[in-house]
């Protein structure tokens, strides 16, 4: 298992940027593929984006395609989420997950969760 803990929430205005960061802790981190997913109030959990344990192969929502970016940094026990061209729409918790298998878009296809992290963006 792998503990995780988000950051990089906050609020900014429409149009602007932020990366999200989800460390974890454990020596395994590399061996699980990691999602980005959010829930805005009163709406299921929705996936983002997703990568691969080897770094280099990465999906993402069509909703958010050609605007958040995922990535990771094994050996830094990181991954991240760069998110631009923010829109009000986008405001929610922001959550990632470990997964043991890739490609994966459900909840419940992963094991690991973190606590959140809020973005607010403004109109």
């Known amino acids: 298992q792998v503990h995780l803990v988000e950051s990089g929430g906050g609020l900014v205005q429409a149009g602007g940027s932020l990366r999200l960061s989800c460390a974890a802790s454990?020596?395994?981190?590399?061996?699980?593929?990691m999602g980005w997913f959010r829930q805005a109030p009163g709406k299921e959990r929705e996936f983002m984006a997703a990568?691969?344990?080897?770094?280099?192969?990465?999906y993402s929502a069509d909703s958010v395609k050609g605007r958040f970016t995922i990535s990771r940094d094994n050996a830094k026990n990181t991954v991240y989420l760069h998110m631009n061209s923010l829109k009000p729409e986008d405001t929610a918790v922001y959550y990632c997950?470990?997964?043991?298998?890739?490609?994966?878009?459900?909840?419940?296809?992963?094991?690991?969760w973190g606590q959140g992290t809020q973005v607010t963006v403004s109109s």
């Open positions: 997950a470990a997964a043991t298998t890739y490609p994966a878009s459900t909840p419940r296809n992963y094991v690991n």
């Open positions: 454990g020596r395994t981190f590399s061996s699980y593929a």
């Open positions: 990568i691969h344990w080897n770094g280099r192969d990465t």
